[in-house]
């Protein structure tokens, strides 16, 4: 079945490589009705464009990296996610675009990254995962302290770099019982992280081909 466009949004000059929307589709507590109301695009020039969905139309423009942008997310609090390949990621005032926290993540991959709240924490705080330098390692940073809080080394398993290749993409989870992190990797296997001992829960390959997201 194939699904009916809606509408266009355009003006963008640099191809997209990001698109997020408010957390508010899912929780319409999170965040306030204007930012209920917005759309974040991240794109290959390293700007995040926002677009008002009730007007259609681009209602700010935020250069926040040198490189182009892989991932765009709205956070609760009115904060902005963004990463690049410019190696870093930042945590931005929605409304003004003004950089909160910066994190030298060392990834200049296409690795998709994650932040958010991990519940399971002694802190309250943003965290933020992403693939590091070695591409196969994912971290996961405080963003308050902007301090690396775990390493996921798949070298722990007695599995060669080699062989799982690159983190292609890291999610943060959280269940009722633990602060978890998920993996998808070059080798066509998702793993699940226990951030708090840094350790694989469990692992299930998918694909003989590279894992994109899961």
């Known amino acids: 079945?194939?699904?009916?466009?809606?509408?266009?949004?355009?003006?963008?000059?640099?191809?997209?490589?990001?698109?997020?929307?408010?957390?508010?589709?899912?929780?319409?507590?999170?965040?306030?009705?204007?930012?209920?109301?917005?759309?974040?695009?991240?794109?290959?020039?390293?700007?995040?464009?926002?677009?008002?969905?009730?007007?259609?139309?681009?209602?700010?423009?935020?250069?926040?990296?040198?490189?182009?942008?892989?991932?765009?997310?709205?956070l609760e609090g009115g904060r902005l996610f963004s990463q690049g390949r410019d190696r870093v990621a930042l945590l931005s005032d929605l409304n003004t675009g003004k950089e909160l926290s910066s994190i030298l993540t060392g990834c200049d991959s296409f690795c998709r990254a994650d932040a958010g709240s991990l519940p399971h924490t002694?802190?309250?705080?943003?965290?933020?995962?992403?693939?590091?330098?070695?591409?196969?390692?994912?971290?996961?940073?405080?963003?308050?302290?902007?301090?690396?809080?775990?390493?996921?080394?798949?070298?722990s398993l007695q599995l060669d770099h080699d062989r799982t290749g690159m983190c292609m993409e890291v999610r943060l989870l959280s269940s009722a019982s633990a602060s978890l992190a998920m993996g998808s990797y070059e080798d066509g296997t998702v793993r699940i992280w226990d951030l708090r001992s840094a350790k694989c829960l469990s692992s299930l390959t998918l694909m003989s081909d590279p894992l994109l997201s899961s």
């Open 1 to 74: 079945m194939s699904l009916a466009t809606t509408f266009i949004l355009r003006g963008l000059t640099a191809p997209i490589h990001s698109v997020s929307l408010p957390p508010a589709a899912a929780d319409k507590s999170a965040s306030s009705p204007a930012a209920r109301d917005l759309l974040s695009c991240g794109d290959a020039s390293g700007i995040v464009h926002l677009f008002k969905l009730s007007t259609r139309r681009e209602v700010a423009q935020f250069p926040l990296h040198v490189a182009s942008v892989t991932r765009v997310l709205q």
């Open 122 to 155: 002694s802190v309250s705080s943003t965290f933020v995962a992403c693939a590091s330098e070695d591409t196969a390692i994912a971290k996961v940073w405080d963003a308050h302290s902007e301090e690396v809080v775990c390493a996921l080394d798949p070298s």
